[in-house]
């Protein structure tokens, strides 16, 4: 089946869900998360220009290693499948190769999992040449060690995703080392491109001028705030990951004669795909690499406080450390006009440097700029201090 996405297709969803974490990162695909992951997970498969054609919850209590659900799971699964068309089933869970190629025999539909899912939604976005190459490493990391029947962009020399196309229904032997071999030269590629990157950044560092990236759950208007503060119009979307590679804009705070460099980048999601964390270190460079930070919040959102611990734990496993976290960090709490309880209380207690605003208000906006200007002086005289 060639997918072409322009075009739509059905798919149908299958939500697992956890009674048992033996494991921490299965406690986001247990029972008490299960409404916002839901949504989380169809706005993905949405972003995928598709139509949601059905979804099933289905209860595991013991991780069957052939399939991931028991024989009586599998039947319910069947008898949805059987009642419409479906194109692909995606389970919202990270299956093994062999779970994934079994349950695609059960079911005689192309079955993805959560992490197929979201390097599909980044082969789409991509769009420089930086983010096409990362999006084809992780589809080459994730690829490794499977036998997909549908995989062929190594033959068409294509970047992006191509898990959904293919040649017909056959079974393609997938060559170890023509992967690797692959694998090998878009390091190599992308090690220039990070090459020149830090060659930018030493400039920038004999020039004093302040890195700042801004950083946030996908969705919470960070790419709306990046806009406001630099006159830019990088694309701001209702669905995940409207911005991949990063977007650097130059910008010059009224009061500071010396320009801010800002970036925008893309944007968080709870359980990141590890593989996609290790194929975006180039893009993630820029967080890495900044002098500061703006973490964007979504404070209408039910679930921010644990939507802004995600955002925290992925920092850290970039390499960011607490005190970085806790000097370099300013919180925006955004969407302010659309909260009806006052949670101020909360933020003060946990945040150090916090803004409330609504990216959307233009006096808001000034009023922001005045503070990241005054937070940069107070830890400039912060640094005097600490180097006399």
Do not use: C
């Amino acid at each position: 089946m060639n997918i072409n996405f322009k075009k739509k297709y059905n798919i149908f969803v299958v939500f697992p869900i956890y009674k048992i974490f033996k494991k921490q990162e299965l406690y986001f695909f247990g029972r008490d998360n299960f409404d916002y992951r839901s949504l989380e997970t169809k706005n993905l498969v949405k972003a995928l220009n598709s139509f949601i054609v059905g979804d099933l919850k289905v209860n595991i209590n013991s991780i069957k290693s052939a399939n991931l659900f028991t024989d009586f799971s599998i039947d319910k699964i069947l008898l949805q499948l059987t009642n419409i068309v479906v194109d692909v089933v995606v389970i919202d869970t990270k299956l093994s190769p062999i779970q994934q190629r079994n349950l695609e025999k059960i079911f005689n539909i192309k079955v993805i999992d959560r992490t197929q899912l979201i390097i599909e939604i980044f082969g789409l976005r991509a769009s420089s040449k930086e983010g096409k190459l990362q999006v084809e490493l992780a589809s080459l990391n994730f690829q490794k060690t499977r036998l997909v029947r549908s995989w062929t962009h190594l033959e068409r020399q294509r970047g992006g995703s191509g898990f959904l196309g293919g040649p017909g229904e056959s079974q393609i032997e997938i060559d170890k080392r023509l992967i690797n071999k692959k694998i090998k030269s878009i390091n190599k590629n992308l090690k220039k491109i990070t090459k020149t990157r830090h060659l930018h950044k030493s400039q920038r560092d004999k020039k004093s001028l302040s890195f700042i990236s801004l950083v946030g759950y996908t969705n919470s208007g960070k790419s709306t705030l990046f806009n406001q503060l630099t006159n830019s119009k990088v694309l701001v979307k209702d669905m995940p990951f409207a911005t991949l590679d990063p977007t650097v804009r130059s910008f010059k705070l009224n009061g500071n004669n010396k320009n801010i460099i800002f970036s925008d980048t893309v944007g968080f999601i709870s359980s990141l795909p590890i593989e996609l964390i290790n194929s975006f270190h180039s893009t993630l460079d820029y967080i890495v690499d900044s002098n500061y930070l703006i973490i964007v919040h979504d404070i209408s959102d039910p679930k921010f406080e644990e939507k802004s611990d995600d955002v925290i734990k992925t920092l850290k496993i970039l390499g960011l450390k607490n005190n970085f976290l806790k000097e370099k960090v300013i919180h925006v709490f955004n969407k302010k006009d659309l909260v009806e309880i006052n949670r101020d209380i909360f933020i003060d207690n946990k945040y150090n440097n916090y803004f409330m605003m609504s990216a959307i208000n233009i006096s808001e906006i000034k009023e922001f700029s005045k503070f990241i200007l005054n937070f940069l002086i107070k830890d400039t005289k912060n640094q005097l201090k600490k180097i006399s």
